[in-house]
């Protein structure tokens, strides 16, 4: 009895732990039904099924055919319109993240010659990363090194913690390199051939080809177009990789090139990234292809589009011709310890996640000397086909050893010419310039994508000319930025090849795209697509008031869409924005037609020097706020101010020089005249310069106007300058409009005690300027932030960017006026006879002849340029 009743108060105290356990091995059961391996095989299948179809589709496009689908086939899968911004979402969902995608209407345009053939395509000669959502990492060993646990708990995908922790187990347990390498070089020292340029070139020099591979990437597309017009000779081959991050540039090549037999785009893209190993994959991948793709080149030269030629191309066929047999790369000029430690060869890097991770430490391999220096090499043809089709141990050795090596190009031609049988023709030169500026070059602007700290040389400006007098041969530099300065590439060009003509259209201008639409509005940041749109109705506004359409008259001009928007810029200053668009007009009449605008909107004076005899009138020369600082620049890469509630604006003021310097102070005054922020910094010690200053605003900041104002250290009494901004309402959340997160970004911080970021106390500011707040600024904010689309939003942003920019002129892209009068309804009011003018002769529009970046007809020379 005593047993029964014992027992019992045992189950009744333990029942809930009973209950708990049950619970726990039903929870249990029921994970383990869902993770069973039928269902996981099904998703890897469908989703490996879809990467297929894409990849067909892709295939196809790239044949220059129109992919028929049969839904059927694809059940349920129903975005496979290449023209679908979803498709290309999909497909990088699906594809294995290295073969990019090109749209249809991008071949159509050169359909019609038939005897140019469209770039065919061939599979990726990559592994397959085969997609798996489901995949969770697992080590296979318990990994140690410091560096590699950091990796792994800093990377984001499963696969890449997989990858980086199966790369750290290997080198836990020394297996992931050989110990040491064969040398086969005769030679038991450094050997190097010289190549100086001869006294005279031999007048019976067979003359050599050369297969350049450009490596390009961004939006500069009249760079390229220049560069390739100087470049350009009908005996050369020219095969162009475009990284898998620049469609737009894609797209333009594509169209461009097609005209020319001795060109190839890449039909495979690699999204490379700074000092990541996949540079040296993608660059091997380019020359297997260039070796099969034509046979009769004999040196090879690596270019990016921010190179730039400083010599004839005929010196350079004459120099090359002399040392056919001869590779050209150039070794770092320090101690061997030295350059090994700063570029990190003693370490394990692997490449995932667009990231190069660090692992740890690693010996150099025995019997070979690590060597390296630029990666701007010159090889020949034998060379060139040895490292790809070679088979010796040393060669895969190396290649192996490079796959996890940050700066992988910099170093793996040089180890292997130097050690290998080949180390004869091994040349310290590269023949190029580059254009270091260490100070400004090494700020460590990299380090959200590698675990290192690196450098990356400066734009050529017109004072660094200088630097092209050597006296080793040289016969390009970098690098070359127009938009930064064209006045440096103007003097090279016309110094090589000749002058153009006086009246030459378009020597002074430069026009870069930064926003086009079939990249999709999500390529941009919200703020810049707020201010795009803005744009297009400013200039249609004015289009509209002085061509007297009247909105009474049916025969006004809206919006219908975007296609492009570019910079401007003359005789190095930045004029404005150009918006190309398709207008539409107000009646709907199905005999009118849209019309093609481009429309051009520049920004007004936001400077005001207020006290000129102060210390700060002689110095400051002027001052802006915007985002996008370049470091190693200087400069804003936002173009006079790009803001929205969201951003991070920066102060950057110019500075003359003089023989004294001194404490500046900025106070920041909001758009409800509330001091928001202050800060004191050092003008330049006495030569010109410039300086930037973060603001310290908290975010979302308040759209309107806002002032940065100068005080000469403390001296509150006096403004001595004062440079507006404007913060823009945003329109769209991730390119959509009308999100109802858009209230709470356009309404900005709530709180003035919020304002300051930094959490700076502003109180004895406040109380010493005492500015009065404007309460009725504060009640329009309210009430204009609620407006999530439609007119009232939309005059709200065009309100406060039109105190910022205005539109200067609008011109109709056609051939002939008479499109304008043919588009107009039928039922106008009156007949609009006068047409905008034509943007062919408009010298500020993208439209007009630009000869010195133009591809064209080859000469009878051979040469386009
Ligand atoms: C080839 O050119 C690209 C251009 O950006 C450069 O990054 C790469 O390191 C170069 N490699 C070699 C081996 O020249
Ligand atoms: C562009 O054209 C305008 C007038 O049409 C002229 O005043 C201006 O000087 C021209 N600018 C350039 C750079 O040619």
Redesign the pocket.
Known sequence: MGLTRSLKRIYRKWKIIVFILGIVLLVQFLLILNSSPGLEEEQLRRAKEIQVKHQQVANAVLQGKRPHLENAYLNGIDILNPKDPKFREEFLKHSDNRVGILEDGDLKINNENKDIAPPSFEDDQFEEAIFDENFKFNPVCEVTLKDAQSAISRAKSQQCKQTISDVACKMQGNSLFPESMPRTCPHDFKFAAEAPIPAHFSDNLKPIRICYILVVHGRAFRQFRRLLRVLYHRDHYYYIHVDKRSDYLLREIVKETAQYPNVKVAPWRMATIWGGSSLLQMLLHALTDVLSLWTDWDFFINLSALDFPIEHNDKLIKFLSTYHDKNFMKSHGREDEKFIRKQGLNRVFVECDQHMWRLGERELPKGITVNGGSDWVAMNRRFCEHIIRGKDKLLADLKHWYRYTLLPAESFFHTYAQNSDKCESFVDNNLRVTNWNRARGCKCQYKHIVDWCGCSPNDFFPSDLVRLQTTRPVFFARKFEEIINQEVVNHLDFKLYGEYPPGT?GL??YWESCYDNADGPTSISDSRLTHYASFTRIGLSMLNHQLALHSSDGCQLVVKKLNQVEIYK??EEFVGYLATIDASWKKPDPNSADIKLQVFISPRTTFRMIDSNSQIGHRLEGAVVGTEWDVKELTLRDWRGVIGPNDEPRLVARWRKSDEDFVVTIVVVDPLNVVADYNDFRTPSKAAGVTETPLSLRKPLRPGRWVVRFYVQRQFQQVCAEVDFYVTPLEFVEGRAGDTKLSEYNRGVEDDGQLNAANRNLYSVRTTLSLTKDLQAARDLVSSSLSLMGTKLHSWVDGILGSMWQAKDVCLISTSPESWQKSQPGGCDQRHDSAPNLCHN???SSFSPDPKSELGKVKPNGRIR
């Open positions: 259209p002074q201008s003359r005789s408009m010298n500020w």
